[in-house]
């Protein structure tokens, strides 16, 4: 564990917040949204998880290995034919 820092906690609106200071947050990574978990009595903030982080690669790579084409065929009716915008 590093150093502890004494902080306040401050009013914020209707809701209560604490300023954590600018060197703890470039330590840790921290930029934009976060997760709060209380664990036993501590609470814990971490980044918060980007669930589609490297989807975009991912889908490039499928693409390129023809892993993007329909499984099953398309067989369309006549109203698809003529009430569905294509």
Known sequence: MGTAIKTRVVKIG???GIRIPKTLLE???ISTD???EL?????VIRSA?????GWDEAFA???E???DRLLDD??????DQAEWEW
Do not use: H, P
Not at 49 to 53: K, Q
């Open 14 to 16: 209707n809701s209560q």
């Open 27 to 29: 330590q840790s990574g």
């Open 34 to 36: 976060v997760e709060i």
């Open 39 to 43: 664990q036993e009595n501590y609470l």
């Open 49 to 53: 998880s980007r669930s589609r982080l």
């Open 61 to 63: 790579a499928m693409a």
């Open 65 to 67: 290995q023809k892993g």
């Open 74 to 79: 398309v067989s369309t009716t006549e109203w």
